[in-house]
């Protein structure tokens, strides 16, 4: 034993106490300790049975997934827990797992190697592998489907999805479930077992189910998996290593789930989506803000603009518990706005997503208003009125007036400039973009604009409140189109420059598609609008560089009112079920305008698409991440998962560009700078990190090690 684990006695009862903050992975070590106790509450002879516990906010949350990284490096060698749980489950006496927090992954299988299980109401099980690119390897896939029937293992180890402890009850995955002290209930139970034919979960067959039944199943979880997990390894291996424990006896089918498991653990897919886990809580970190620093209460708050956004946002808070106040103009406006705001929660109680009682609670949340009277109680505005910097400016002087000094004032501007916004008022160090993405109350992300004087606390502030609104919370900073926008203007240009040199509207949405994404540039364009990106254009063209080529086709459709889906015509023509169908009307104006303009026309292919859309994304993040707007290249890769669309098992472009190599990309950017001119012209931390043997993830540790 060692000092991750404990072993201790209630008098006849041994509690084995696994004290590994902060989730109690089982890092090395950790296995060999709990082993170690386990043969030595056996060999005394005062000791009837053991309690497994867990100090601290859980019980065990999985295997040490920083140890997979080494495992597949060859730093270290594979490690099973297979033994330790045969070990658990072959005790001579009785072992109960008593469960709070969460009981993931190797925790779980863990806890169903011991012969009962009891568990805190509030506690949750899963087996969340799949979500990390693997599956279960400790056993998971045989003893699950054991204890909770063939249906509800394959659900549970090909989605991810938890199961609250009273589910797991009701399955038979939990003995009894403990109000109050758990480990004293624990204990009183484990007497009561004491004594009784320890029941070993590997033995048990009467939930596998027959053949029959059993195919059924594994054909529409294959179905469902394919559809809805569209691209991904592990859900479809772990339905096979399920299929696996209804075919072979217990140990044969823990060699093909082990099998399976390796063949998970070092493909692409699993080492980009362990670098999302990790990523997604890096994110949290800034560099010169300490995680610990202070923040201002954020207890009522304002929105000014009942839009689709601004209403949306006022969802955001009201679902979080949070009164807010929605402004507009006019009782027309606003009628409008918490028109949508009904609607809006009426279709997700229709889907099932919130009951009727939570939507009412979260409308009397929501208080509409005309004026900024009541504006002098809050603690936080966030603006979203109509994209244009005179009006925000007026806004902000208004704010400035009427709420309190402390107040954090907020734009939701998706491009405008956060300083200039701040130079309106007489507190710039209040001032702080807060980006939320369309629809707001269902989008992940949310970028945090940092103005020069926005204040440490402010951001702070920002930072922590995105997880209570239930968001994904990244800093970046004040450039045009901040970091996600900025990176995906590049990325529809070159879309609409493949059209123009003659590639089909269709071929370059659906080699987007195929490489992942959730959907391609120019149906996202008509979902979009069309006319947003061709108004900003317009306000920026003195910008542009004489003999630059620019892309025309998007104006020139806009210019014919072809904005996207809300006109039903845009790349595509739409039904009245926003059905989207090819348009002949559109290929045959991009010919004529692409040879009026002198574009020679050629066959292009799905692998030259994905290379031009994706790697112009790479690049133009490559000179953010030089230029300081984003903190790290992982924070790039966060906002593109959750904002973009961007397929998560490919880790985001910056990972997608290491994974497949930095000199291979940069080679092909420097083929494109040649052929297609200046906009292609290679970033120089590209350049850098190619000529130095370096990647991003190598650029991000350097950058932690500088902070
Ligand atoms: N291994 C290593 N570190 C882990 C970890 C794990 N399994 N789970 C969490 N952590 C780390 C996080 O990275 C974070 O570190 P940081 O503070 O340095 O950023 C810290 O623990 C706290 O985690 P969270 O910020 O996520 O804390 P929350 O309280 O919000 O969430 C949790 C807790 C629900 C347990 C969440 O961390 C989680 O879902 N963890 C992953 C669980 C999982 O996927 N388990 C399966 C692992 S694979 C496995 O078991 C294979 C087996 O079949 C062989």
């Not at 709070?100 to 509030?122: I, K, N, W």
């Not at 845009?570 to 989207?580: M, S």
Request: with cysteine; glycine share 10%; proline share 5%.
């Amino acid at each position: 034993m060692n000092e991750l684990v404990k072993l201790s006695r209630e008098d006849d009862v041994a509690v084995i106490t696994i004290d590994n903050p902060p989730v109690n992975a089982l890092s090395p070590g950790l296995p060999e300790a709990i082993g170690a106790a386990i043969d030595e509450m056996n060999a005394d002879p005062a000791v009837k049975a053991a309690v497994v516990i867990g100090a601290g906010r859980t019980f065990v949350a999985g295997a040490d997934i920083r140890e997979f990284g080494k495992m597949t490096s060859g730093a270290t060698p594979r490690r099973s827990l297979l033994p330790l749980l045969l070990r658990i489950e072959n005790s001579g006496k009785p072992v109960l797992m008593a469960i709070h927090g969460t009981a993931f992954g190797g925790g779980l299988e863990m806890a169903m190697a011991g012969h009962y299980r009891v568990a805190s109401p509030t506690a949750q099980v899963g087996q969340p592998e799949v979500k990390l690119g693997i599956i279960p390897g400790a056993g998971g896939t045989q003893r699950l489907p054991r204890l909770v029937g063939v249906t509800k293992a394959v659900e549970m180890c090909a989605e991810g999805k938890p199961v609250s402890a009273r589910e797991a009850a009701a399955l038979g995955l939990i003995d009894r479930l403990i109000d109050g002290d758990l480990l004293a209930g624990a204990v009183a139970f484990a007497r009561k077992i004491a004594g009784n034919p320890a029941p070993k979960t590997r033995e048990r067959s009467e939930k596998l189910g027959t053949a029959t039944e059993n195919t059924a199943i594994f054909a529409a979880a294959r179905d469902a998996a394919r559809k809805r997990q569209r691209g991904l390894v592990a859900p479809l291996a772990a339905i096979d290593a399920v299929e696996a424990a209804t075919q072979l006896p217990f140990e044969e089918g823990c060699q093909a789930e082990a099998k399976l498991f390796n063949e998970c653990l070092f493909s692409d897919q699993s080492k980009a989506l362990i670098h999302v886990f990790f990523g997604e809580r890096e994110v949290a970190k800034i560099h010169d803000i300490p995680k610990e620093a202070a923040v201002i209460p954020v207890n009522r708050v304002a929105v000014v603009g009942s839009g689709t956004m601004g209403g949306g946002i006022a969802m955001v808070f009201a679902n979080a518990g949070i009164p807010v106040l929605l402004k507009d103009v006019d009782e027309a406006a606003l009628e409008v706005g918490m028109g949508k705001i009904r609607k809006n929660y009426a279709s997700s109680v229709q889907r099932g997503r919130f009951t009727q009682e939570f939507v009412e609670e979260r409308l009397r949340l929501i208080t509409p208003v005309l004026n900024y009277d009541a504006f002098s109680d809050v603690d936080m505005v966030v603006e979203a009125v109509f994209e244009g910097m005179a009006l925000k400016k007026t806004v902000f002087a208004d704010l400035d007036r009427a709420c309190k000094p402390g107040a954090i004032l907020a734009s939701n501007t998706s491009t405008l400039s956060i300083d200039e916004i701040a130079s309106a008022t007489s507190r710039p160090e209040a001032v702080i973009g807060t980006h939320f993405f369309s629809p707001a109350n269902v989008m992940r992300l949310l970028e945090i604009v940092r103005g020069k004087k926005s204040g440490k606390e402010v951001i702070a502030t920002c930072m922590q409140l995105s997880k209570k609104l239930g968001k994904i919370g990244v800093l970046v900073g004040n450039c045009r189109g901040f970091v996600g926008n900025r990176m995906f203007g590049p990325y529809r240009r070159e879309a609409q420059f493949l059209v123009e040199e003659g590639a089909e509207v269709e071929a370059v949405d659906k080699a987007l598609v195929e490489f992942g994404n959730a959907m391609g540039p120019l149906a996202t364009g008509d979902l979009a609008g069309l006319d947003v990106g061709w108004r900003i254009r317009k306000e920026y063209r003195h910008l542009e560089k004489p003999g630059v080529r620019q892309p025309f086709a998007e104006d020139r459709l806009c210019e014919m009112g072809r904005y996207g889906q809300k006109t039903m015509k845009g790349w595509y023509r739409y039904d009245e079920n926003r059905r989207a169908d090819t348009d002949p009307e559109v290929s045959a104006l991009v010919r004529k305008w692409s040879e009026e303009a002198g574009i020679p026309q050629r066959q292009i292919s799905a692998a030259e698409i994905v290379d031009r859309c994706i790697y112009a994304l790479v690049n133009e993040g490559a000179r953010i991440l030089e230029e300081g707007y984003a903190q790290r290249a992982v924070d790039i890769d966060i906002i593109y998962l959750n904002g973009y669309g961007f397929p998560a098992y490919r880790g985001g472009p910056m990972w997608h560009a290491d994974t497949v190599g930095l000199p291979r990309v940069y080679e092909r950017i420097c083929e494109l700078h040649e052929r297609h001119g200046e906009l292609w012209a290679p970033a120089p931390l590209l350049k850098r990190l190619t000529e130095s043997g370096k990647t991003f993830a190598e650029f991000d540790k350097e950058q932690a090690v500088a902070a």
